[in-house]
């Protein structure tokens, strides 16, 4: 994943990239202090993520501040999670962002074509669990992978689910988002034979207790390859989801 | 109730009563005009749970003595839950005890024959919930009715339970009974159009917190007819579903 | 309860169906896809519960494309819960619906002629569950069902549930619904030989903590015959009860 | 409730103790130290508790030097709470006194006469409830008090609790112990009007949580007049009543 | 307390009331149906607290009609607890009722004369615990106890509640209001030999959890002689407090 | 399946099916079309779980029993999890068993070889974690993965975590097991660059709460790419670990 | 001491004291001997918290209030937490208040000169914490302390942590705070040999339950030195760690 | 850092170094540069707790092992903490180990002399919270502190703690050790002008829940200087006070 360093290196190795010039890139990286926060693009180098900025809680202007930072670090694709539309609109006025109103998020660039082992299933219980589910279905695009999407198909109408066994049996990565009792995540674990990332929600209300019904429910699945993010984290589930369809990359393969 | 009240009142104003007794009086009066005696005879007629001994924290010589007392009440025949082994052979010395182990129940007398609407089902989503299942179907076959017992059919493994969907079609009312994250009163529930009892069970670990997860799941089921009794309350669903199953009889039917 | 359904047979086995129009009618049913939600109309066949549209989350215009989709089926009675006021005047501009305020739900078309076992007694604790009450008796009407009112008998004052001992005593189906300390059900449980379903109330302050005293209050109820629903749930209470006053259409008694 | 120091001034008003002694005794009461545990006789003027021993955590030994510090100040009557049977036959080697076991209380001396106002009566839910009901019953009937026993009159059997009506009505304060739903002390809060004090018991299982639902339920009672001690702190209980029983004392009345 | 009821009897004993008139009275007394809410005057005489109207949730048309039917029964003074300051506007129109701000509550016709035991002292931890304190203080007053008020005597500052001595020590109930810790509950109780009842207050932020933390701090205290009402519950302690402060009227003294 | 509702209803027509009897088949018929026998089948083959036997509450005879089962279809390895020793001692008599202590594992049969796409890092905060870790590299191994452990690196001493970074920047997928404050899948997380399975344990005491300070820790990680499983769930990490170390196999590649 | 009760005592022996009255005296003895109004004034002294007013829920009349009279006693230097702008605004124009917007601090009058035994660090996990970190400083600013801040270290990107491993080994005291898994604290204390102060904060969502997930997480914190205040108690740590790195004064040091 | 860099660019231009290579290089970068070799030399020195063994869990051999290793390298004092007596008795075999059995510690080698600023005051609650506190003393004794012990001084009785007023009052930091509420740590917060580290302990029962009661009450504590460590940790406590009573150390004082 680590495309922007490896492209550095693979200038250096043919001779189109200077030495001097990729030292330079490469010592800007690092630390980079845009006053309120640093943005850590040497992360890149480790994680892959630094083309994500988490918007909850900055300022249209501390958005921008480190999405021109990323810009000038000749980072192409950037996606923007948890961006209210009031701050899309602002951003668009200086950079071409595509705003996806129920993903809650905003993608500057083109996304980049998915190069990924398989599909990723995004699958949910109800339609309230949706802007969650779109959340991850984005990231993971915006990662480079193809998402199918398979919305509420809730353990209460089985049939429903079961009508798309076809797209789970073939997916590499599911993605299971579900509030209230959770158990989209256990009956798709025993059905596929691919990892499952369980999202609980916090939709619901009573006994759901804003999501923590749904999380012990699904810290309890019986079926194996189920792992658990936080709730409501769709972003979290669409980055591991990417990554795990990634794997191949691993190790030059 | 007038002519009590003008009596009382007629006492206090020539002296033969205290204005103490006649507050004391008063204060009682809306219950005495119940005839809550009678409520207690009626009862034992109408819920026939006359018969049912629980067993936990009683000593043998108080089960005898319970037994003994409704023998002589003609009782015939007597269920007796959470009795443990030895105190079953020490019951079995004066009285025709068959003991079922798993159920930890004892029953003294013929059991009756099953003369409910249809057949109650009792699944369970693992070998674990098998005790509490037991509860439950030798407690509704004591109250009268029919049992189909599917263990192990956890929604992890989901072809195990839809392997079974002739007879939860055909049930009168389900019994749903499974600890984990319970999933399994939700699925049942989306499957089957009659009254789904959910048991959540202790079994499990971590974050299972001794039934709390299955309880908190099955309380947030979004399958309609699906309601919950306490956790490992085995005998609470089968005399529930007993009930149910009889609701035939009501009102002269 | 499967009405539709059954009266197609019933139609094609008289004569007055084809079987090119009942196959046509069963082909369209099961996944009509409306956009957002598919309407699962198969599931009418197994739940009986396709005439009810859950409205909370839901926007005018999705109520309304399900709604139409509905009445191209032939469903005449619909029952939305969790209606806002302001929805319900937008709906009625082209389907005749009847608001009904304090449960929040809406009707359209005529209310079933009740033909049910008996009675369901809807009984709350105070003033503040009613509206959770009238989800529950709105819904048990729109299903069939004869409904008696209990309000404001709570166990603080055990007079005022004794005076209404009879109508409890001939009730079918119980709905106890309360808040803070949640003790109706048990109270309740004891006095009758019916199944009682216990819906906690999100009423309360202090260590009500949103319900959930009154949900564990009510899990532990020592009263045989009683099971619970999600905190503020009337809707299920009111269906379960509809579905147990039901019964003895069961296996074509 | 301060008799020895009383009883002291009122040797000192009549001559019959010197001021000498007096002053002896006042000096060496507030902090005697035992080297454990500082007894504080002090104590006794202001709660008149110095003749308890909470046992719990004691050894034999700490109890017996404890209870020789009180006897050679004058203590007639002590009450030796949770109390394993073993250390009593200890203690009776060399103390006056008597077990009684399903309070697991020791009482060394003779009991004082009641002269409280009234009776108080300790009901109970259960008969798993009498342990902690008898440890308030002795420690009321310790402090002077008359005790009435109403035990296993659960709510989920209205009718036994009513047929002690007169019992209830008649009582200067209840004590109401229940675990599992802990409605009792609603239900009896609704129908006395005199205090009562309510002790959530840890039986039950499953969703009593160690007595968490019945102490949640308890403090949401909506009968006025009730407030809650601990968990199963029967000695809580029963000092409180006795207090309150003893109300007319207060200030030379 | 009962001095409405015992009025009557009174005026039965020495002829001033009729037989036929104090028939009519008690007659009209038991259910008399509001529409809305069933105002229970009956329970007057079991528990003397009529004249407390619960304002909270009600619409001032709801409120006056119960202030209508009480005073058509003759009831002199009353109380309304969580009275909003607009609708204490409305009464005040039609009423003579005198709104105390902090407290929330309205009182209608002339305070009684205080005539306990001894004297109430109302305590709290901070200043914003005040509304909580006022409350109970009010609910004390308006049931005819004389109240002192310790304002802001919290634990942290231990000689502004030790200044204070006096007056708790000459306390015949003590109400000890706080939130964060809680703490102030255990101290009092440790300092004084009078019943303390603890009212935990939602006044806190972080692990102060909206009153669960100082209510669970309350329930464990190891001073004896306290114990605990609801989170918030002004009303309920100011009214136990005055039960307890009028316990020398029980039986006839 | 039109030609199949086709017929029923002709039968319908003809009278030769009933009406209730079409009306069970039309309920079944969503799951029929499914050919959910075959899924049974598939799973086999699909999730290789078939050779792991949890032996948590089973007895050493059923545990025979299903070793030979599967030994008589052929499976060559066989893992059996949470196995008690002596349960070992009994099972080797009649197999090829060896037993892990610490992971309390045994395995029959010769382990597979190491055929994933890198190296799966095992690494626990404390000595204490070891079981649970042994556990999951145990259950890795079992699955034909190379597992490199790395224990007693809490985040207490960070220098210890980093003496192993290249460990850790070299695996395929990280597996970090703590309890106490589960710093470890956080610290993790931002280091590497691969998918971290997060393990809460039971270690730990106080407010440790039996792991779910540690659980809640984890699902709050900061880290892309961490995702958790149950408490002390050793097993479900090793086999989805290794589920994605082998995603290269996935679509024939 | 002696003194006082033998006057006393000689009264109650000459009738010139009731037995009451010297009863009531003795009940108050323990406490009078103290002095502790000397106390409050030694407190003022002492903790020099005298000029800290907490802000929260005070009307700027009320702070004004406070102000005046600390003025007119002689303080130059206020510090008010939790200070809304528009009060700050109010006060300014009486007072010379410099508003700390981010710590929601006002101060009035000069900053003490640093004169601690070092210097203490502020580091967060995340730019949300900033708020709480602010208040922290500027706290330990107005005590007389030189603040290091080191904002946005979070172990997710533990280099970041790592470039102020020379600021932090220098520290006196480290306030660490961080709201989601608050790891910070761990991986600090291991870091460091002074104390550290953990503040959870609400910052976070989903399981991180209001802050609770980083409190638990932070009372489990495996490194020595470590302890933890309320969640967002900037202001409490803030003093405590002033406190601390003035140790050396005390004693005359 | 840029030699290290430049040096590995010109190994990619010439071939030397594949890309693959390059990039695992400069992941590590960042930590390399840290010298966290050296980290763990100057921890030694610094945080002089390699002296301390944490017994819990470990074997006598693997406790052996460790103080071989520790003396070895010429540690001459050694604390161990949670020692078993049996445990203790294998190693006092082969050193001179002293067991305090109510600490359950062993010291092998001499304490350290008392060289703190001042004292350190160790106050609990009640008699059951001595071994905790036992374990605090003993740690802060061989951590060359002098330690006063203030035993059973709970809130319930104020008049002892404020005997021991002077200790307090000169203490340079004091221990507050209680179970139940917890209130010691609060009092004593707003008696003294030191740092108050509070223990909350696991004594108690009902409502106590483990120590949670008591530590959220600490955590809520009102009173400036106040700061919490885990449950029952004794240990923390006196290792954390230590390290502030030797704070004049710090910087060359």
């Known amino acids: 994943m680590n495309n922007d360093i490896r492209k550095l290196l693979e200038g250096v190795s043919d001779g189109s990239v200077s030495i001097e010039d990729a030292l330079l890139v490469l010592k800007k990286k690092p630390f980079e202090d845009l006053g309120y926060a640093k943005v850590d693009l040497h992360r890149q180098v480790r994680q892959g993520v630094a083309e994500v900025i988490y918007g909850a809680g900055k300022t249209p202007e501390q958005i921008l501040g480190i999405v021109k930072g990323m810009k000038e670090n000749g980072q192409e694709t950037i996606l923007i999670t948890r961006l209210a539309e009031e701050t899309a609109e602002i951003i668009r006025k200086e950079y071409d962002l595509t705003y996806q109103k129920e993903a809650r998020c905003g993608i500057i660039g083109e996304l980049p074509k998915a190069d990924g082992i398989g599909k990723i299933v995004v699958a949910t219980g109800g339609t309230s669990d949706i802007p969650v589910a779109e959340e991850a279905a984005v990231t993971a695009e915006a990662l ?110």
Chains 1, 2, 3, 4, 5, 6, 7, 8 share one sequence.
């Open 144 to 253: 480079g992978n193809e998402v199918v999407r398979i919305y509420d198909v809730g353990v209460a109408g089985l049939h429903r689910l079961l009508s798309h066994l076809d797209e789970l049996m073939e997916a590499s990565v599911v993605i299971a988002i579900a509030g209230m009792e959770g158990a989209l995540a256990s009956v798709i674990g025993g059905l596929v034979d691919c990892p499952v990332i369980a999202v609980p929600t916090s939709v619901g209300y009573g006994a759901a207790f804003d999501g923590l019904s749904a999380l012990l429910s699904m810290m309890n699945s019986c079926s194996s390859g189920v792992s658990v993010v936080n709730i409501d984290n769709g972003f979290g589930a669409g980055y591991l989801a990417g990554m795990i369809n990634h794997m191949n990359e691993k190790k030059g393969e």
